[in-house]
T-cell receptor, first 116, second 114 residues
Framework: DQQVKQNSPSLSVQEGRISILNCDYT??????FLWYKKYPAEGPTFLIS?????DKNEDGRFTVFLNKSAKHLSLHIVPSQPGDSAVYFC???????????????FGKGTKLTVNP | ETGVTQTPRHLVMGMTNKKSLKCEQH?????MYWYKQSAKKPLELMFV???????ENNSVPSRFSPECPNSSHLFLHLHTLQPEDSALYLC?????????????FGSGTRLTVV
């Protein structure tokens, strides 16, 4: 059972427009959410995060919105640039039952293509 | 060298071979992770080590054997793998327990089992 879902495998937008990537989750115990960006042949890199006590976090062109009642978060990129073309992974954090560690549960990713 | 380094970048192995993947982090993090990324699937957590102790084994088959000799190094020993084990294997580290900046990932090892 997938706890973090990214239902759109791909998204294509024009340069300068807004990109909106969506993510849904099922586990109400998740308390922290992150977005990662991955280029081909590279590991994912951290992009932006949001705590469950907030509903919005903004960092430059990137804004993450969290709707806890709907168990939904979204990443907005505005304006989109061709260099933003990558796979974007949504991730949620939960505590492991032992060892005090946290682990991240990832979605399948959405491939964003920004066309010049 | 900084960040998380994984070697080799690419590996092709037969089903009867034994090989090892290596991960090294120079970030002073105390938690390290192995993830598997298969095509069209989410990143799957395999193992978690916190202060060199394994704190999670996510029902991974015994043909995958992790080793964490110290908090900077993590290995994944492979033996008698199956073709369906072909995937990108990602190592990550974090300054557990604060995940506010998430994990730092390596570039991964692209494994092909023939």
């Amino acid at each position: 059972d997938q706890q973090v879902k990214q239902n759109s495998p791909s998204l294509s937008v024009q340069e300068g427009r807004i990109s909106i990537l969506n993510c849904d989750y099922t586990n109400s115990m998740f308390d922290y959410f992150l977005w990662y960006k991955k280029y081909p042949a590279e590991g994912p890199t951290f992009l932006i995060s949001i705590s469950s006590i907030k509903d919005k976090n903004e960092d430059g062109r990137f804004t993450v919105f969290l709707n806890k009642s709907a168990k939904h978060l979204s990443l907005h990129i505005v304006p989109s640039q061709p260099g933003d073309s990558a796979v974007y992974f949504c991730a949620a954090s939960s505590y492991l039952t032992q060892g005090g560690s946290e682990k991240l549960v990832f979605g399948k990713g959405t491939k964003l293509t920004v066309n010049p | 060298e900084t960040g998380v380094t994984q070697t080799p970048r690419h590996l092709v192995m037969g089903m009867t071979n034994k090989k090892s993947l290596k991960c090294e982090q120079h970030l002073g993090h105390n938690a390290m992770y192995w993830y598997k990324q298969s095509a069209k699937k989410p990143l799957e957590l395999m193992f978690v080590y916190n202060f060199k102790e394994q704190t999670e084994n996510n029902s991974v088959p015994s043909r995958f054997s992790p080793e964490c000799p110290n908090s900077s190094h993590l290995f994944l020993h492979l033996h008698t793998l199956q073709p369906e084990d072909s995937a990108l294997y990602l190592c990550a580290s974090s300054q557990d327990p604060q995940l506010h900046y998430g994990y730092t990932f390596g570039s991964g090892t692209r494994l092909t089992v023939v």
